[in-house]
């Protein structure tokens, strides 16, 4: 597992797994479903679907009593996570697994649906996700799908904070209340994560032979601007001790940031709540 200072061991812990389940209703709140509704899955024989990173596998488990008539795989690296065999649907299958490991053979064009949500830390040290997608285009049926969840990293510094006071102006949070978007850069720099590449996965779906591609963003209405702000302060401060050991001055500025974060939140109504998307796109039939 790792230390606490150990960047992947964080997210292994008791308050990571309910900070994981928490996002999971805010992202099925704002969607009002686990799959996007632009997804076909109906009528298809022997329907399969899988989650990649699945952690606690709170996803997997849905869609799987949603499709009792699917095979449901679900993988991680790490499964501590995840719900012990007798409670997991009878239709849903766990395995150890990493998306940067060899494909299972019985996994080749085996999936009508992927899925997969917030996985830019595995790929920390600016490593290209393009490979990966290949890989998953290869474990698709022919028409398939591929619906990948992230946070809209190309506005992240400029429209992810919002006025209670106003819902409809977003202040620019360049010139005030920056502490939120010089966090999320600290964080960027601090662990190398590559968001200029999650923020072209269309165009790298594409360029891997998927059709229909779509970027679907939403912007968190203000009914949940609090829950959302809640969950990105519970983040940083759950990456403060690893960003402290990989520096002292990061870690210092960061603990400064979320003091900040918070007297926004509290005495102005100001709240992070970042622009979400779901990438979905088709293998050609």
Known sequence: MGSLTDEYAVWRTAPDASRLCYQHFLWRELYKSNIHPSIKLTGKPDLRIAE???GHCLWAMQVA????EARVDASDIDLNLCPPKPEL????SVRKWSFFDPIPEDWREAFDLIH???VVQPFAGKQDPKPVIEKFVSMLKPGGYI???EYDYADADKGHVYSVNDPNAIPDPRVSHNASTKIWQLIMDTF????????KLSTYYREAGLV???DFRTRPPPSVFRA???HWYALNAQLLPVMESKSAAAGAEARKLLTQIKHDAQQNGVYSAHITKMVVGQKPA
């Open 116 to 118: 997969l949500r917030l």
């Open 212 to 214: 229909d591609v779509h």
């Open 147 to 149: 619906q990948w969840d």
């Open 65 to 68: 009593e949603e499709f009792p």
């Open 228 to 230: 959302f702000y809640e």
């Open 89 to 92: 649907p009878a239709n849903l």
């Open 52 to 54: 990649f990173a699945a």
């Open 192 to 199: 190398q994560w590559p968001v200029e590449h999650f923020d």
